[in-house]
């Protein structure tokens, strides 16, 4: 099977990639995990943050310290408040997730049924990953995406339960942790069923590091284009690359839905015989503005968020800025400004 550009979820061997665990610096990951250290990894929706935890979940099976486990916490977003029902959601996908420990599939179904059936939703999380701990042989890294697609109570408990562990480990709960999620816990304002506001940093002050995904540099967009080129014979004008750039700043998932309307979408072009051209990439800039991508809809969603509009507002009227440092920090995070690089 031929590859193609990824524009939707964790890259997989179908895909043109950079490999991800080139993207962060993998000697400070692996001390942070040495050390015991809880910490955080976000960055923009589509960035590659999914496809670093799975690399690096990968990377860790594979050598004999450590055992990994990746979760995914979106099952818990419709519970909102509930926090019975949101934990119960997560114990569930948590099982089936350690139940790919090999020869531990027996062990999880017993701790999963104590943990639901008779232990309380404020104290289940907790004790689902005591006893889990207790019962592999090496020191478990967690590693929880989509962190930050829970709400209120739910993640309150979640993140108080991961507290309330912490000083047992590595023996009695994980020896590292890695929440991932879209921006940094500390700009969380977690609403709570009595619509009290709580600073996410204040239910989890164990954090000792944030780690920031960046987005692909000009080499990185060169060789994930080269890709292309290798498998199917099909070049790119030495124009493109320089206005990929100018286009995407090397945001993920621009760079490669860009490159996938020119030479998959645009039929014409999936003769490979045919040069994808600087007119062919503007033409499919166009394509993709237009053909309003999900991604995109989500970014110009966003406008509506009275911190964002603090920022973005002046930007487009020419008026003074209105956001504060932290209203600036957030649009950062959500990937709808950078940092300007002047050019001399």
Known sequence: MRKIFNTAGPVKEIHYQIDPLTR???QDILELIAYQKYFILHAPRQTGKTSSLLALQKCL????????????????QAARNDVARGIAAILSEMGGRFETVPGFESEVSAILRECLDKTPAENGLNRFLKLVCRKLDKPLVLLIDEIDSLVGDTLISVLRQLRAGYDTRPDDFPQSVILCGVVDIKDYKIH???????KGGSCFNIKSKSLRLGNFNKEEIFSLYTEHTK???????????DLAWEYTAGQPWLVNALAFEACFEMEENRDRSIPITSAIFEEAKERLILSRATHLDQLADKLKEERVRRVIEPMLTGGDSRGTDADNQY???????RNYERRY
């Not at 099976?61 to 818990?76: F, I, M, Q, R, T």
């Not at 498998?231 to 690359?241: L, M, R």
């Not at 649009?331 to 400004?337: A, E, Q, S, T, Y």
């Open 61 to 76: 099976n594979a050598g004999d310290d450590y055992v990994s486990v990746y979760v995914n916490l979106e099952c818990g």
């Open 331 to 337: 649009c950062l995070d959500l990937g709808l400004i």
């Open 192 to 198: 709570r069923s009595d619509n009290e506001i709580i």
């Open 24 to 26: 962060w610096n993998m």
């Open 231 to 241: 498998e199917t014979g099909q070049t790119f004008s030495d124009g493109v690359f």
